[in-house]
């Protein structure tokens, strides 16, 4: 069987709407399980008392990318057919920076604010409602914004085509930086967690 | 677990627990771990369907959808809206993401149920009002809106899908969001401090 | 070792079974299996602007009447086509394993469809894989059939005319056709019997309507 299953066909549009809801299921759990229902976790990440955000997003990362790049090489999955979105680089460094803004005054991101609504925190549901007016102001505004959205458009290019490197390479370096920001992070931890609030 | 501990203290009254207050809260997971699981996930979304996981794009839909309802002409006109609503095969709101969406909801409340985490409760320092602290989020959730649709993606999207399939957008992305968060994080710490 | 793995925490032994995982990443080559291709854009793009990448019916009925073999003709149509009727000497290859089907990427590979279409898009493939010395027959196999096979002549056509017609005339009856005079409609020719075969009724139309791309970001 080649993966991924659903480009090969193995199974239609509606099959895949299930398969959406399982998967969800896992990432709502997992996130979960790692504290993210809470804002004052989340936001800890950005006052160096709490570094679980870095750690778990890398984690989970590293973890994808490693399995999928394994997977790859045995022929088991066609990497050329799995999504890469495309880069609009100057919109999407701003796009980051508003959003980076937005976590430290509203504590979470969507998908963080799903499972904290879903587990009972009034800020998560009033932080959703501030989502969905969000992207309306986008929308309406989109006209405006429409040039700046779609300039410096790249295509879907990945780190190893821009640097030149092998995906090995890159793989191997993206896991260096990870495990040293993982030793980095725990110290910060220690470091900071012990003068401020707890 | 000290950061439940502190936001269930008597200042938050309008907290209504929903589970009874004698079971023992569970710690959370090794974060170590908890990533791991997020990573096969991610992985099984790769393998599966041969895409990421996304959030934003599932309250882009309800949106347009929204629109669509009140103003039919006008979200037809516009190109944001219309490319959500798609070319009427299929109803808007039977998209992939939603499904998902409604996916993690259920996922959060069985992992908070089982360790016992649900709990109606506002989450912020002693420092802030509950009205300080839900403005606050309103107005994060709006930057938050706009900033995503603006980058094509929120984190589960663009940091941490395209983040593990090396999109140069997305690693851009991500540096871009902790830059944000670190550069105002100052401003803000009587809410989470 | 074993033991010394033992004692390590469930982090330190998480973060060995990364470190080396990526570590041999380096080593493992190319995870994208042969399907995707890179190519040099400005490179293609003269080829097409000098057509540089075409041969005429003529050539090309030309090769086969001398009996050149240092090509190979590539019927990109449907296997039930290629039985109907195809171009002496040609082999049916589906575009779909075009890149599996064992063509050298230095042998001269001339490539035809119904119409052009195909045959670009083929060729198009083939180019970005890196293969040196692609060609499509101008035109396609509609083409070889109103030229070759079922050449006509105008009624009122010239002198000079009519000599080139006494040429393809030659031409068409070698490949089997039948050379057409007084009519000048092309539009007739679906209607003549084809070389051996019958004339297939319709050209293969693409399967599939044009499905919207889906989004499939966040």
Partial sequence: MNAPYFKFGYFGDEISLIVAFVIGIGFGFFLERAGFGSGRKLAAQFYLTDMTVFKVMFTAIVTAMVGLFWLSVFGIVDLSLVYVSQTYLVPQIVGGLILGVGFVIGGYCPGTSCVAAATGKYDGMIYLGGIVVGIFIFGEMFPLLENFYTSTAMGSVTLPELFGMSYGLLVFLVVLMALGGFAGAEWVEKKFSKGTSQ | ?193 | MKALFSKLSFNQKLAIVAGVLGFLAIFAGSPYTGNTATMNVKDLALLVEREADHVSVDELADWIIKGKADYRLIDLRSEKEFNEYHIPTAENIPVGSLTDAGLMRNEKIILYSEGGIHSAQAWFLLKANQYKAVYMVRDGLAEWKDRILFPSLAENASAEERVVFEKRKAISIFFGGSPQTGTGDTKATPQLAMPKLDMPASSAAPAGAAKKKKKEGC
């Fill in chain 2, 1 to 193: 677990m000290t950061t439940l501990a502190k936001a269930a203290s008597p200042e938050d009254i309008a907290a209504q627990p929903v589970v009874k207050a004698d079971r023992k809260v569970q710690p959370y997971w090794n974060p170590y771990l908890a990533g791991v699981g997020l990573g096969l996930v991610l992985l099984a979304a790769f393998v599966i369907m041969g895409r990421g996981l996304g959030a934003s794009g599932a309250f882009t839909s309800l949106v347009s959808v929204g629109v669509n309802a009140v103003a039919p002409e006008h979200a037809k006109f516009n190109a944001f809206f219309s490319e959500y609503l798609g070319d009427g095969t299929h109803h808007p709101l039977k998209e992939w993401l939603v499904f998902e969406v409604i996916g993690v909801l259920v996922g959060g409340f069985i992992s908070g149920s089982l360790a016992h985490r649900i709990k109606g409760t506002v989450e912020k320092s002693p420092r802030i009002s509950i009205r300080g602290r839900m403005m606050f989020a309103f107005v994060g959730g709006i930057l938050m809106g706009f900033g995503a649709k603006l980058a094509r993606g929120c984190t589960s999207g663009q940091a941490l899908t395209g983040g593990a399939l090396l999109g140069v957008g997305s690693w851009a992305f991500m540096l871009a969001v902790f830059a944000g968060g670190y550069a105002v994080a100052y401003f803000f710490r009587r809410q989470w401090t």
